[in-house]
């Protein structure tokens, strides 16, 4: 197997990973695949030589295509990563508001100011 045929195939392994939908409860298993994936095909990418023949140029093509829609289903994940951590900044700050409510308001004891002198 040449170096652009593996490269086609752990793209191709790539591609449907993304394109089927993951539970949050899965995602960290998910992330880690995708790395796993990533990581191999960098490897087979530098072994990657200039000359390519009819069939190569196909499977080059294909993955280009891939890529870019690999590329865009990683923003799709990065947004979703990120609502998820905004999400759960808004539950730990209304949970720490709801076991102490008077935690942030400033309160001046009924002390009394007088500004003349």
């Given at each position: ?16 990973l993304l394109t089927k939908p993951v539970d949050k409860d899965q995602r ?85 100011y007088d500004k003349r002198k």
């Amino acid at each position: 197997m040449t170096a652009i045929q593996q490269v086609y195939s752990i793209t191709e392994q790539l591609f449907h990973l993304l394109t089927k939908p993951v539970d949050k409860d899965q995602r960290e298993d998910h992330i880690n695949k995708i790395t796993e994936l990533l990581d191999e095909r960098e490897q087979h990418i530098l072994q990657v030589k200039a000359p390519f023949s009819a069939d190569e140029k196909k499977l080059f093509n294909q993955v280009v295509a891939w890529n870019e829609t690999i590329e865009k289903k990683f923003v799709v994940l990065k947004q979703q990563i990120q609502q998820d951590m905004v999400q759960l900044k808004k539950s730990k700050s209304s949970n720490q508001q709801y076991t102490n409510p008077y935690q942030h308001v400033s309160t001046s004891d009924g002390m009394f100011y007088d500004k003349r002198k």
